[in-house]
């Protein structure tokens, strides 16, 4: 069923799917949401809960069990905490600007970087100018700096990375 949801959700994503579910747990019925689902139901709804569900997801709306609801909502916050937490631990620059940065603190050069991250020599330019613009510096250098001292600010949380293509 998991498979079927994604499939239609994925080659037809204005699709709304209703799904019927026979004793679910909560984790059933988010791994039903996650697969595409936007209404879920037990299976023994009345035939007017079913008619309200597909008016409700007409008009746009999910169906969500009411407790399930709570454990949505949880699960939303932990993740809006783990990301503010990592958009914290990087500062001002993107995951991609800091293996930038540790291409260059790694002495490579730019062509070399670009090669390194699989990217357009001309990508590696424009993250180097939004590297000098966020930190407010103008050579490689001055920016390799200010990068240790993030780094060195961030504790173990910022780590020079490096990523190759199929690796």
Known sequence: MLAAL??????APRTRCLVVLEDSGEEEQCQVLMAGAAAILPCEAAPTRV???IHALNAGEAVVPPPLLMTLLRRFRRATRAAR???TALGPLS???WQIIGELAAGHTTG???QHLDIALATVHSHLRNIYRKLGVTSRSDA???AERLRRQGGARILWTRVRPGG
């Open 6 to 11: 994604e499939t239609v959700s994925g080659q």
């Open 51 to 53: 008619a309200q569900a």
């Open 85 to 87: 937490m990592r958009d």
């Open 95 to 97: 995951s991609r600007e």
């Open 112 to 114: 070399e970087t670009a």
């Open 144 to 146: 390799l700096a200010v």
